[in-house]
């Protein structure tokens, strides 16, 4: 498809610099050549997104700058007790891994679904669906311990009520955006399993029928999941 | 650039893709389709109906303004209902959800030549998610204490407190509710016309052959996409210090002698989130308007359009400049002088494109075989509106006559023209210019004029006076002005006629609803192409045209949508989707 793309395109003579980038992308029929539909809609998609949690991490840096009280230190609000001696930030290293490590296996599921290995792609995005609900798991216990603890969205004995109120909300929005990939992980493993992909089975709801590929923009999502966790972990666990 | 021609394009991409979905009842078929077009109609005729709702509440408005003290079930706290729930549903129910959801759907398949949006299925979600944050909407009407008093900007901290109605009752909890569902529901759809128009469209129909109209709904909702989420997250926030008492935007504050629980939150920053999504929400608006009226225009003067390469990138240069203005609506906040002076200039650089726009549109009239069809009267009076509507706007994105005119009658004139009257214009047109495709038959003529002349000058007489209420320092949103110096009679009398204005144009769109359903079985049969038009929508084998639009083989199209009165061509149009030189073409190259 990408070689056939390409001859095509050579053979016509294009105008150059700025006027040919823009005919490149004003071309026929479609501005993004290989890109399907779904994958096209998905990255928009996400785009949108960012911007959602861009404007959520704007707001709550603005609040944490704005404030004239004291910032609870998350080094010492995030540290577990463990063997004695408090361990900063070390629920949190284990969920960011955790949840990179699902990143991996998923690239994995892709890997092998583009090779039609049904088994081995279902597994994997069995496994990275199990790794996305372990971090919502380990989230809803840093969320009990710190409510155990006194925080609360209105306040917190700490400092700024401001950081119990962004720090439920962001994790809070995350963590709903990893239940719903960890819920359609689930879907389409089931359909790689049951080989819908290979039998062309449309679709219950919307009578379409899905591709392998479907596991690539399954993959996206999960991908921009991890990266904006990347993003919170920054900027609210080690500012 | 390249005369595309099927051999050197890229193999056929749709057919594997797009699988129709073949409905089996009546129900799959009219109500719960995934047809592009039924959708479009149903997004249209609930926007249309919420809209009814809204300019009822514009009458209310002037019941009271025009007598004041005459009416008394109309309270300070009705009014404040009455406007914030006027201006909320013409915004972003009514104007974006019609613009979008109405004329997106149902002409972005048509025009760039595809079957149906890419997705039928996540489309149908979208109008149902849509309806139902209609539905909450109009649910607030009917909550303990009624809908929300905040002022279509829901301000806080006076959004959620006690004074204001609707604030610690159902009325504020609904409204931002509803907003919320509503940019879910859009995002659905939005996606879809986004991936349509850059994926889908037909063989030859490159982006630089679009009609305008898909251009300026294209971009609109790539900027819906991108602004959306700052109001999303702005009400996801003002939910949470409603409900959960956090202090996102709630100061430290005392009402009536009592400190409340709230600290340390920031109004402004709502401030900044609402407009960095309310100032491109006005482009969102604007620019499907500029994209149908340039189609409007080159149709009916039966002339190219002037200028189209200049036309997409103006349409492309406000999008993107519409993002860095957001602050002028903030003057008034205390911000710091640099910002307002930075914010100040990219306001007045937008007005370069946006003058490039009215210059083509004019250029393009210009020596034309004008043809004063009712979508070309509307056509026409858009463009003498919105130039005036633009123009106050010049004053208001100057810092320094902001300041003195800010939240005053001048500010409510000038956005109705420009945001209001304007695109409602250019929505009347298309309704008329697009009715026969829709129905196979043609709106009444006669009440179509009637129609025209009362809502045009009418709009004129209502916000042309306001100006001058404006300038003598009359403020906005003040439910009585009876006891004020600046109101001197000729002001109470001014305000009198503007609201009998108003009353008049209400009743002349009651008789354009008789004509859009009375046409629907009585009106003259239109054929399939009766403004002997060039794009594709006209060309279907059926009018209206079938679930899956082209028949069995989608067009080709070998040329741009502009092809009028060519020298030397048989006919004085020369749809796409015909092969073959007639002459010189003025298509760009």
Redesign the interface.
């Known amino acids: 498809m990408a070689e056939?793309?390409l001859t095509?395109t050579s053979?016509?003579?294009?105008?150059r610099g700025l006027r040919g980038i823009?005919?490149d992308?004003?071309?026929?029929?479609?501005?993004?050549?290989n890109?399907?539909?779904?994958k096209?809609?998905m990255w928009?998609?996400l785009?949108?997104?960012t911007?959602?949690f861009?404007?959520?991490l704007l707001?709550y840096m603005?609040?944490r700058i704005?404030?004239?009280?004291p910032w609870p230190n998350p080094s010492e609000v995030f540290a577990l007790r463990i063997g004695g001696s408090e361990i900063p930030l070390i629920l949190i290293a284990i969920m960011t891994f955790v949840l990179i490590s699902s990143s991996g296996t998923m690239a994995m599921a892709v890997n092998f679904g583009y090779r039609r290995d049904r088994r081995k792609t279902a597994i994997l995005m069995l496994l990275t669906a199990a790794l996305g609900a372990t971090f919502v798991g380990m989230q809803a216990f840093e969320w009990t311990k710190l409510i155990t603890e006194g925080v609360r969205?209105?306040g917190n004995p700490w400092g700024?009520?401001?950081f119990?109120?962004c720090f439920f909300?962001i994790t809070g929005?995350h963590g709903t955006h990893v239940t719903i990939g960890v819920i359609f992980l689930i879907i389409v493993a089931r359909k790689v399993w049951r080989g819908d992909f290979d039998t062309g089975r449309?679709g219950f709801?919307?009578?379409?029928?899905g591709r392998y590929e479907n596991v690539e923009i399954m993959g996206l999502y999960w991908h921009f999941v991890d990266l904006v966790w990347v993003f919170i972990f920054a900027f609210f666990y080690l500012w | 650039?390249?005369d595309?021609t099927p051999a050197?394009?890229?193999?056929?991409?749709?057919v594997a893709?797009m699988?129709l979905?073949h409905p089996h009842s009546w129900w799959t078929k009219y109500v719960f389709s995934q047809d592009a077009k039924v959708i479009a109609v149903q997004y249209s005729a609930t926007a249309m109906a919420i809209g009814l709702v809204a300019l009822m509440l514009s009458w209310l408005m002037r019941l009271q303004l025009g007598f004041p003290g005459t009416f008394d079930f109309i309270t300070p706290e009705a009014y404040y209902q009455f406007i914030t729930m006027h201006g909320m549903i013409m915004v972003i129910y009514l104007l974006t959800a019609l613009f979008l959801g109405g004329f997106g759907n149902y002409l972005i398949p048509l025009m760039v030549g595809a079957r149906d949006m890419?997705?039928?299925?996540v489309n149908m979600l979208s109008y149902w998610v849509y309806l139902l944050a209609v539905l909450v909407l109009v649910s607030s009407f009917f909550a303990p204490g009624g809908p929300t008093g905040a002022g279509w900007t829901l301000y806080p901290p006076q959004a959620i407190m006690t004074g204001t109605p609707g604030g610690q009752d159902w009325g504020i909890i609904l409204m931002l509710s509803s907003l919320i569902l509503f940019i879910i529901g859009f995002?659905m759809g939005?996606?879809?016309y986004?991936?349509t128009v850059?994926?889908?469209?037909?063989?030859?129909?490159?982006?630089?052959r679009l009609p305008l109209t898909v251009w300026g709904i294209f971009t609109a909702t790539v900027m819906a996409?991108?602004a959306?989420?700052?109001l999303?997250?702005?009400c996801?926030?003002m939910l949470?210090d409603r409900l959960?008492?956090?202090?996102?935007f709630m100061p430290a504050i005392v009402e009536m002698g009592e400190q409340l629980?709230h600290?340390?939150?920031?109004p402004i920053?709502f401030q900044h989130?609402f407009w960095?999504f309310g100032h491109p929400e006005v482009y969102i608006v604007a620019l499907p308007a500029f994209g149908i009226v340039s189609d409007l225009i080159s149709t009916h003067a039966r002339k190219n359009i002037f200028g189209y390469r200049m036309m997409v990138w103006a349409i492309i240069a406000i999008g993107a400049l519409s993002f860095v203005v957001w602050a002028h609506h903030m003057y008034v906040s205390g911000m710091n002088p640099y910002f307002g002076f930075f914010f100040a200039t990219t306001t007045l650089i937008i007005a370069v494109p946006t003058a490039i726009k009215v210059y083509n549109w004019v250029l393009t009239l210009w020596r034309g075989d004008i043809h004063l069809t009712i979508p070309m009267l509307f056509a026409l009076a858009f463009i003498v509106t919105f130039v005036n509507g633009g123009l106050t706007g010049l004053f208001l994105g100057n810092v320094v006559v902001d300041v003195p005119l800010s939240d005053t009658m001048f500010v409510v004139a000038h956005f109705h023209m420009v945001m209001g009257v304007a695109p409602i214009l250019v929505i009347f047109g298309a309704i008329y210019h697009w009715y026969p495709k829709v129905t196979g038959r043609m709106l009444d003529e006669t009440l179509g004029r009637f129609h025209f002349w009362i809502t045009f000058l009418g709009a004129y007489l209502i916000f042309f006076p306001m100006h001058y209420l404006g300038l003598m320092g009359v403020p906005r949103r003040y439910a009585e002005l009876t006891d004020m110096n600046i109101m001197t009679e000729s002001a109470h009398h001014l305000n009198s006629f503007i609201s009998i204005m108003a009353f008049i144009v209400g009743f002349a769109q009651m008789v354009f609803l008789f004509n859009l359903i009375w046409s629907i079985r009585h009106g003259r049969e239109a054929g399939g192409n009766p403004w002997r038009a060039t794009t594709l929508e006209w060309q279907t084998p059926e009018t209206p045209p079938a679930h899956g639009n082209f028949g069995k083989e989608l067009p080709i199209v070998y040329r741009w949508a502009y092809d009028y009165s060519v020298p030397g061509a048989k006919e004085d149009f020369i749809p796409q989707n015909v092969p073959g030189s007639f002459g010189p073409s003025r298509e760009p190259a």
């Not at chain 2, 850059?198 to 630089?208: A, D, E, K, V």
């Open positions: 056939t793309t095509h053979q016509m003579d294009r105008p823009a005919a992308w004003a071309s026929d029929q479609r501005a993004f050549k890109v399907s539909w779904g096209a809609m928009i998609f785009l949108s997104d911007f959602i861009g404007c959520f707001s603005t609040a704005s404030t004239r009280v969205p209105w700024a009520a401001q119990g109120s909300m929005f449309p709801f919307t009578s379409r029928r | 650039m390249v595309v050197d394009a890229v193999p056929p991409a749709e893709e699988e979905y890419v997705f039928p299925y995002t939005g996606l879809n986004v991936v850059l994926q889908g469209r037909t063989r030859g129909m490159t982006l630089m996409l991108l959306f989420p700052a999303f997250v702005a996801v926030m949470l959960l008492g956090t202090s996102f629980q600290n340390g939150g920031s920053l989130l960095f």
